[in-house]
């Protein structure tokens, strides 16, 4: 086993923030592929919110803007000052955000205190003048927006990320595999309209800035477009998609275009990537090793991609040198990207041999991404499985050679054997079935990834699982999704199937589904490899123990039951679409410490709200219409409305900020249609009186497809709520689904779209 040698930290060459919530070191503690985790009740190991970056927000705004820092605050859920000058800002503002003009705030922001204040740039591009070039290299980070599609979206994702209260990366390296799109765009404006298709099956987007086509005044292009070009390149980008961002400036020798005589304007252009809050970085390993571990240093909450692309075609996989190479990216990264030209097919299994070399020599190293390129090396752009370049056949050009789309690795995996044909399921009951016409929609969604799977929408009966059973236990059961959601113990209790799989022990069960108990997804593993890719594990097909030959509804099953070498894990979706809803607009800080209120007629429909809000770490939550099961109560500080006077004990300690945290901040109903009546007077009982900064977070799981009286999320506007809707959930409900069934990203813009609800 070898161990590789930890950046050592060196002084850097110009002053760097550093944040609080900087890793000493590089993240090595990635468990890859984990689908469950060891403990109960543990929250960090759902992968949720943290508290990131404690430090006071300082919003350096422009002329006339400074109603930005008011959105600022709102989003981060603190209330505002304006301050003449840093020098102005103290210790009372710990849990403000303070706003400083920008012209008062170049005289001192370089004597600011870095270790107490966190200066955010914030700059206007509709007024037609990039950011001021001082206080974008003084600031730690820089968010730019236009005045017509500013929104809070944009801010919130902007904070979350840089202020480490969210972090994508983990939650990526945990899957089975990961894709990012290579935009070939000179424009980004020309990828705009098609992105949402564009990036089915991605999981990040890479914008390639060297290919980036600046024009100038005199009809010629900028031979480098301008940081401020690249800038308003990225923010178009980052206003309509949701996914984490490359930010890649590929070197001439490379098959790029970023001219390579002065390496300091790599840093620049990388360096300011992070100050933008771009997700991943790439930085080539031909930099001189001070930029490397400079941007490594000060990568923030981004993550470094080191990329080594070999085009002389004589690299070799087994050689010293790709070991070293190896050794060298890892110093500095957080993923090690390795791409070589081969000439013979057999290279490709060479490369085979180096991943599981470097797999079992450096367990502790960041995750490599190898792939060969040109047609003789497209087999291994199917085995990689840490970020893929894909490209998309909307694409002006490819941006390497032998890129294949996910629709064609998919197909390729499929041939091979490595991704067989399966049935998935969308199991409801029957008065769900109406309000979720999702057949129609994964078949969209298969099709377009070029997956070979088979879906169909089945009914349970209300009680009673046998015919749950008879679809799961098949030969070909890819997995299925529950609507309504099921207590695992009633499943368990109910089903000689499910308590016997796995030699009787047993479904396992997912970190949610062991705190809140309530089953929405069923995920077919292999057994002994939780890390195989679910629909994609190909299971062998021997008949399994459980035989079922019958039919149900129009669904004919296969004749041999689930093979005893897979296993199947219960899983919960649901909460982290409530997660995802509740952190649209607002950054987990606005909920933080702050009291909720969960209406439910059953602790069963509370059990994800639950889930979402304590992951948010709220402070305490009140209840009604509900009891929660002694496992929920034991792990949520829960208190239950019961009585007029509990309520209004809550609803008086409105006096923000002194009593923060007292009244809730965010109500979520999970009551049903009929029930809007009561829901719509709880609102108002908690809806803001008089003006009031803080919005309050109102969510309404109802199906909104019923037809009711009265719409508790039109009375929780017009009290001063942020209204979310089941909709909203269920879009991003079912991009976790179906990253849960077949392991693939369709991201929550596509999904508004194919529902015919277009998010932008
Ligand atoms: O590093 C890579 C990989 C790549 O070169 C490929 O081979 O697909 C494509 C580039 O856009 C990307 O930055």
């Not at 079935?433 to 209300?462: D, M, W």
């Not at 894990?569 to 933080?592: H, Q």
Request: hydrophobic share 40%; proline share 7%.
């Amino acid at each position: 086993m070898v161990s590789i040698q930890q950046a050592e930290p060196a002084p850097a060459l110009i002053s760097a923030p550093v944040p609080s919530t900087k890793p000493a070191h590089r993240a090595i503690d990635l468990v890859k592929g984990r689908t469950t985790s060891p403990a109960v009740g543990n929250l960090p190991l759902l992968r949720g919110p943290r508290n990131g970056d404690t430090r006071t927000a300082v919003i350096v705004f422009g002329q006339g803007q400074e109603k930005i820092v008011a959105v600022f605050a709102e989003v981060l859920g603190k209330s505002y000052r304006v301050r003449n000058g840093f020098r102005d800002v103290s210790s009372d503002d710990r849990d403000l955000v303070v706003g400083i003009a920008a012209t008062q705030a170049k005289s001192d922001i370089a004597a600011r205190d870095r270790t107490s204040i966190v200066a955010i740039n914030v700059h206007c591009t509709s007024m037609g003048m990039p950011p001021d070039a001082y206080l974008s290299a003084q600031c730690d980070y820089e968010f730019l927006y236009t005045e017509a599609l500013c929104s809070r979206r944009d801010i919130s994702r902007f904070v979350s990320h840089t202020l480490g209260q969210l972090n994508h990366h983990e939650t990526l390296m945990a899957k089975p595999r990961t894709y990012f799109i290579s935009t070939t765009f000179p424009d980004v404006h020309a990828a705009l309209p098609n992105i949402d298709i564009l990036t089915v099956g991605a999981d990040a987007v890479e914008i390639r800035v060297d290919l980036l086509k600046e024009p100038l005044a005199d009809g010629t292009y900028a031979p480098v477009p301008s940081l401020s070009y690249v800038g308003e390149q990225v923010m178009l980008l980052r206003q309509r998609t949701e996914l984490p961002i490359i930010f890649t400036t590929r070197c001439t020798a490379e098959n790029g275009r970023f001219p390579m005589d002065n390496p300091d304007l790599y840093y620049e252009y990388l360096y300011r990537a992070i100050q933008w809050g771009v997700e991943y970085i790439d930085v080539e390993i031909w930099l001189p090793e001070r930029i490397r571990r400079r941007l490594y240093e000060q990568r923030g909450s981004s993550r470094i991609m080191s990329a080594f692309h070999d085009f002389s075609g004589t690299f070799k996989w087994p050689s010293a040198r790709a070991e070293a190479t190896f050794r060298e990216s890892a110093r500095f990264a957080d993923i090690v990207k390795m791409i070589a030209i081969i000439n013979d097919h057999n290279e490709n299994f060479e490369l085979e041999y180096f991943r599981s070399k470097i797999k079992a020599e450096y367990p502790d190293a960041p995750p490599l991404s190898a792939v060969n390129m040109g047609e003789t090396g497209q087999f291994s752009r199917t085995l990689n499985r840490v970020f893929t370049p894909i490209t998309h056949p909307l694409l002006p050009i490819i941006a390497a050679p032998g890129q294949l789309s996910a629709s064609e690795i998919n197909q390729a995996l499929a041939l091979l054997g490595q991704l067989p044909r399966k049935n998935i399921y969308g199991i409801n009951t029957p008065s769900s079935r109406i309000s979720t016409p999702q057949a129609p929609f994964y078949g969209k969604c298969f099709n377009e990834l070029g997956l070979p799977h088979h879906f169909s929408v089945v009914e349970r009966p209300l009680k009673g699982f046998a015919s749950v059973e008879a679809w799961c236990n098949q030969k070909n059961f890819g997995g299925a999704y529950l609507y309504p959601a099921v207590s695992f113990q009633h499943l368990i209790s109910n089903s000689a199937f499910f308590a016997s799989i796995n030699n009787g022990t047993g479904p396992i069960l997912s970190d949610s589904v062991k705190l809140i108990g309530m089953v929405d997804t069923i995920v077919v593993q292999s057994k002994g490899s939780f890390s195989a890719s679910p629909a994609l594990s190909s299971a062998p097909s021997s008949p399994g123990r459980h035989q079922n030959s019958e039919s149900i509804g129009s669904v004919a099953l296969s004749q041999s039951g689930l093979p005893p070498t897979t296993v199947l894990v219960f899983e919960n979706a649901a909460w982290k679409g409530i997660l995802s809803t509740l952190t649209r607009d607002f950054a987990p800080s606005a909920y933080s410490g702050r009291a909720a209120v969960v209406l439910a007629s059953n602790s069963d429909d509370a059990a994800s709200p639950l889930l979402a809000l304590k992951a948010l770490m709220v402070s305490k939550i009140y209840t009604v219409g509900f009891k929660a099961s002694p496992a929920v109560a034991r792990d949520f500080n829960l208190e239950p409305f019961d009585s007029l006077e509990s309520m209004q004990k809550a609803r008086t300690n409105d006096a923000y900020p002194a009593n923060h945290g007292a009244s809730p901040f965010v109500v979520v109903s999970a009551l049903a249609p009929e029930k809007s009546n009561l829901v719509g007077m709880l609102v108002r009982v908690f809806g803001s009186r008089g003006p009031s900064t803080f919005r309050k977070v109102f969510l309404d799981l109802a199906d909104g497809s019923f037809p009711r009286k009265g719409d508790p999320k039109l009375i929780a506007e017009q009290c001063g709520f942020a209204a979310y809707g089941a909709e909203d959930v269920m879009a991003f409900t079912t991009v976790e689904t179906l990253r849960l069934l077949v392991g693939q990203n369709v991201p929550y813009s596509f999904v508004r779209l194919a529902s015919g609800r277009p998010m932008f």
